[in-house]
């Protein structure tokens, strides 16, 4: 009787159930075909792959109920498919082999048509083989015994493993299905890669196709490499069920239990489980025992969710991680690092990106690393890390880190899960493709912000309003030590839609909400969380802002967040009533005008985001004279390169005019001449030098202010002697008009570059192409 | 913001090509200088700057060319210029660089003009 097993490969194979196996028929019709050539010698080897319970067990046991079923062919041999199952439970040799010697003569009995052989009597079945004309089995127990005496693993599995090609001849070839194959570089005693040294002649051989399967395809392939055998096989990464097949599953299992799931929301339960035939089984089993009726999106949405915090597939999960990391402390380190690989995208792909995002000990690291890479969570190549997208167990890690971190319940959980789903899927009505856009072009921006400072005052354009009368847009202020209003952004780790706690309960619907961490520290300490709100109405009003900072205050609740650790910022569409301003300054709301968005996006290189579709820019061409001018405002610390700033800001500024490219690279040259002016002759204490940038239809003005002691028009005798002192001439002949105030307060330059050749200005310079070489005088 | 100085060079018979990339400031003006220098000392007299990598000139980074064409002329050696940008080359006008060093369009012409005037 089979079910006197108690170890093995039967488990696997009781549980299979042939009609409950759909799609792969690429995959089958591969396999199928390679075992078919072992028969003439051309036979070729594979490597299955894929992460855990995608269901490379099930093709290897449909492929051998295949072969078995496959008709005589009238003399010539049949492949007789060996399924074996390398499983953690017998780790050691003599034990392994043993039971492969067991497995063996059972499983080729059973293709044999000997009905139940008793599967722990060798010697019985070696008898039984012999009636088919198997001789020299009983040599090969011997042998095995007498290793199995002396305790000499390796030899016994080397006996072991050379059984089956013994057997064979005219009535049937084996044709080897491997399983967990990762396993066998855990046995005790024996080397990795000693199982395929063992197995190597008969490999190349052509005559045993050989099909390995496990989930850590890296040790394998490099046990291969080792030992020159990866030419010789061919990689089958196994993923979910194409959408037809896993809609065929979806009909039968909801006939099997007899369910009704309208045929409407298949694909979407398809896709929600990334068609993976075992998560299909599990909901349907979920549904069925809740007696539960799904008859729309949300009711999906919920069970599922139940499933994944306390149901099926939760207890799956854990499970696989309570067995992968015994260990607590570990187990939970694990588990946050992989929901910030999995659900909030961390970008990695380095060993040292993932230690440091652990924040682990290397040892402790690596081994989580190895452990993820051992049950096929992740795939090391070249040392880049790649890490499976399992759609489940990415909500099941968000259930973990929000229950076990922020010790939230269940249902809270399933709430979010079911509502970022939904929020994901339908967007909110009223926000157009213009609000998606902008939505997108700060999310990157945000991912941008990655451990740049940036401060404060940066976003905030109420603090700027105040500070200089409503006349400005924009100051920006890069990273000046020790400035008051500077604040670090944190390293954000993830961006992602808004946020609810569940159906018609508060809404915490911000069009983003970024995580990250100050001081790049992955600790809860340094969590900060921003919460983000595109404002779609042309004119911002007190009662929006109101609304926005209750949601900001029902988050921190919810997120148990002291005040400075959410971060709160509404992006303008177009004005502000001042009562608005007045209010988001009052709960401490960064406000921004897309102006500066778009002036961020140029500094972080990001520009190419907002230009397509771009956004109608300001035009100058036949406005009004004199209307007042767009006034930009900057403030940079004289420091290296700091004047790159300045360029790139003008150059945003001269786009706006339209103006050519030559004409904006005089004006990029003019203020990077002006501000190492002010860097190097200023010596002023502030160690600040302030851009303005004025833009009207006739010219655009460009002002350096420092606050030190002023400059000479001339060269100095050291700057004589090292060929400097260029600076002025070369401002002087970049722009149209120059002009240079020293006072007790610093120094102004003031520099004009004119946009129509009809204005009344000093005549233009420098127009067209420069002189042949040599001919300047 | 700029990044560091990037420079390559290759020698093409008995001309090293420095290829001038990024921002040419103070540190990869300095770069030059001391590439140029050292092709010098190794005997060698002819240098062909190519600037179709450079960004962006400030009158530091045109203050160490300067001082490189100084040293070239000093020493009898050859230089020339490639791939100016219009900006650059208007540069290079105002400081008068452009009467003592030839820019040409492309490096093959730069270096045959080199070529021809061994």
Redesign the interface.
């Known amino acids: 009787m089979a079910g006197v097993r108690l170890f093995g490969t039967m488990g696997a194979e009781a549980s299979f159930r042939e009609e409950d196996f759909f799609g792969r028929e690429e995959e089958l019709s591969a396999l199928t075909r390679a075992a078919a050539d072992g028969g003439r010698g051309i036979g070729s080897s594979f490597m299955i792959y894929g992460p855990p319970n995608i269901g490379k067990t099930s093709l290897l046991l449909k492929l051998a109920h295949d072969l078995r079923s496959s008709p005589e062919t009238g003399g010539i041999p049949r492949p007789f498919p060996f399924y074996f199952s390398f499983s953690q439970i017998l780790s050691h040799p003599l034990a392994l082999s043993q039971h492969f010697i067991q497995e063996f003569l059972w499983q080729l009995l059973r293709f044999l048509g000997d009905g139940q052989p008793s599967p722990f009597d060798p010697e019985g079945m070696c008898d039984q083989l012999s009636v088919h004309g198997f001789t020299g089995c009983r040599e090969i127990l011997a042998a095995h015994a007498k290793y199995t005496a002396a305790g000499d693993g390796l030899s016994a599995l080397v006996n072991a493993l050379s059984f089956p090609f013994a057997a064979g001849g005219e009535l049937f070839y084996p044709v080897f299905l491997f399983d967990d194959f990762q396993y066998t570089g855990k046995l005790q005693g024996v080397t990795d890669g000693a199982m395929l040294s063992i197995l190597r002649p008969y490999i190349k051989s052509g005559h045993y196709p050989m099909f390995l399967s496990g989930s850590s395809p890296g040790r394998v392939t490099a046990s291969l490499k080792r030992e020159g055998l990866f030419g010789t096989f061919q990689m089958l990464e196994i993923g979910g069920l194409s959408q037809e097949s896993s809609l065929r599953l979806w009909q039968y299992l909801c006939e099997r239990r007899r369910l009704e799931i309208p045929a409407s929301l298949l694909p979407r339960a398809s896709k929600r489980l990334g068609g993976i035939p075992v998560y299909q089984r599990m909901l349907v089993e979920e549904i069925f025992f809740r007696n539960a009726r799904v008859t729309d999106v949300v009711g999906l949405e919920n069970l599922y969710a139940l499933s994944v915090t306390e149901g099926k597939l939760n207890r799956y999960w854990r499970e696989f991680f309570e067995n992968t990391f015994p260990e607590r402390a570990r187990r939970g380190r694990a588990i946050r690092f992989l929901k910030r690989v999995l659900c909030d995208r961390f970008p990695l792909d380095t060993v040292e990106g993932a230690l440091s995002l652990m924040g682990a000990s290397q040892e402790e690291g690596e081994a989580v690393l190895s452990a993820f890479e051992f049950k096929g969570l992740m795939k090391s190549d070249l040392e880049q890390l790649a890490f499976i997208g399992d759609p489940v167990l990415a909500d099941f890690l968000f259930w973990a880190f929000e229950r076990g971190v922020l010790g939230k319940g269940g249902s809270q959980v399933a709430a979010s899960i079911v509502q970022a789903r939904l929020s994901h899927v339908e967007p909110e009505s009223g926000q157009d493709a213009g609000h998606a856009r902008r939505v997108a072009v700060v999310k990157e921006l945000m991912r941008k912000w990655d451990l740049r400072e940036v401060p404060l005052l940066l976003l905030d354009f109420g603090k700027f309003r105040e500070k200089f009368g409503g006349k400005g847009l924009l100051e920006v202020v890069i990273g000046m030590e020790g400035e008051q209003v500077r604040v670090r952004l944190p390293k954000i780790s993830s961006v992602s839609t808004g946020y609810r706690t569940h159906r018609g309960g508060p809404r915490f619907d911000f069009d983003l909400v970024a995580y990250g961490f100050l001081e790049g520290d992955f600790s809860e300490e340094n969590l900060v969380i921003w919460a983000v709100d595109v404002v779609p109405e042309k004119n911002l009003a007190a009662r929006a802002v109101e609304h926005f900072e209750n949601r900001c205050r029902l988050l921190a609740l919810e997120k148990r967040l002291p005040a400075d650790r959410l971060r709160k910022w509404m992006l303008l569409d177009e004005t502000a009533d001042p009562a608005a301003v007045d209010l988001a300054a009052q709960y401490g709301v960064h406000l921004s005008h897309p102006t500066q968005v778009r002036l961020f996006l140029n500094l972080f290189g990001l520009e190419e985001l907002e230009r397509e579709p771009e956004a109608p820019r300001p035009s100058f061409t036949g406005a009004p004279r004199g209307e007042k001018p767009l006034e930009y405002e900057l403030v940079l610390p004289m420091k290296a390169d700091s004047e790159m700033v300045a360029a790139r800001v003008a150059e945003e500024v001269a786009a706006f005019a339209s103006v050519d490219s030559d004409t904006v690279d005089r004006i990029k040259m003019a203020i990077i001449e002006a501000c190492i002016n002010a860097f190097e002759h200023s010596a002023s204490e502030s160690g600040k030098v302030r851009l303005r940038y004025l833009l009207s239809p006739e010219k655009i003005e460009l002002y350096v202010q420092d606050d030190g002691k002023g400059f000479g028009a001339g060269k100095t005798p050291e700057e004589s002697k090292k060929n400097r002192g260029w600076g002025l001439k070369l401002i002087r002949e970049l722009v149209d008009d120059v002009e240079i105030v020293t006072g007790p307060d610093g120094t102004v330059v003031r520099m004009v570059k004119f946009l129509d050749a009809g204005q009344p200005g000093p005549a233009r310079k420098g127009e067209g192409a420069p002189d042949a070489p040599g001919a300047d005088g | 913001?700029?990044g560091n100085p990037t420079i390559r060079t290759r020698e093409e018979g008995e001309t090293l090509v420095v290829y001038v990339g990024g921002?040419l400031?103070n540190?990869l003006g300095e770069e030059v200088e001391r590439v140029v220098r050292e092709q010098f000392d190794a005997g060698g007299r002819q240098v062909l700057l190519h600037f179709g990598e450079t960004r962006?000139v400030?009158?530091?980074g045109?203050?160490?060319i300067?001082?490189i064409v100084?040293k070239v002329m000093e020493r009898e050696g050859r230089m020339a210029f490639c791939d100016v940008?219009?900006?650059n080359?208007?540069?290079f006008?105002?400081?008068?660089l452009?009467?003592y060093?030839?820019?040409?369009d492309t490096e093959k012409d730069a270096l045959e003009y080199l070529a021809r005037t061994v």
């Open positions: 913001m700029t921002y400031n540190v962006l400030n009158s530091i045109i203050s160490f300067i001082g100084e940008s219009r900006i080359r208007e540069l006008q105002i400081t008068r452009a009467k060093v030839r820019s040409f």
